[in-house]
């Protein structure tokens, strides 16, 4: 069911320096930062040849993303995104197998323009999940 991974989302408390890290230490492709006031957070897109690792920073003040740095100061990977086919028949599948939806259980826009679901960690390893229809 699930296909590729779309990308790797690090939580940061200073993208400044974790743009840098990634640029200059790491040697990748960094964005510039992007503001998306909907999701509460601010994103810069690092492409690899294989994948996507997305670096996010809290914005405003009700950010998804703030209870996390709380307990992880120094950062560290916040969800991991694997694409789908078919992302209300995905949905579908894992609720009939007993995981859990987050929110309302409707897809969202995400980071990319396409929708998106995110599934309990508890239900998958730890691993906050998110769902992207390609
Ligand atoms: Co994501």
């Known amino acids: 069911m699930i296909g590729r991974l779309n990308h790797v989302a690090i939580a940061v408390g200073n993208l ?3 743009m840098k890290l990634y640029r200059e230490t790491l040697g990748a492709e960094v964005s510039e930062p992007l503001p998306q ?8 897109f690092i492409q690899l040849p294989n994948t996507k690792i997305e670096l ?4 405003g003040e009700a950010s998804p993303i703030a209870k ?3 307990r992880n100061p120094d950062g560290g990977i916040h969800h991991i995104c694997y694409e789908v086919d078919d992302l209300l028949a995905a949905r579908d599948r894992l609720k009939a197998g007993g995981a859990r ?3 309302d259980g409707e897809p969202k826009i995400g980071a990319h323009g396409k929708p998106v679901l995110f ?3 508890k239900d998958f390893n730890g691993t ?3 769902l992207e229809q390609i």
């Open 56 to 59: 996010l920073e809290p914005l």
């Open 101 to 103: 939806v987050l929110g």
């Open 68 to 70: 996390f740095l709380e």
């Open 119 to 121: 599934l309990h960690p």
């Open 37 to 44: 006031p909907a999701h509460g957070v601010t994103v810069v």
């Open 128 to 130: 906050l999940i998110e």
């Open 16 to 18: 400044a320096s974790a």
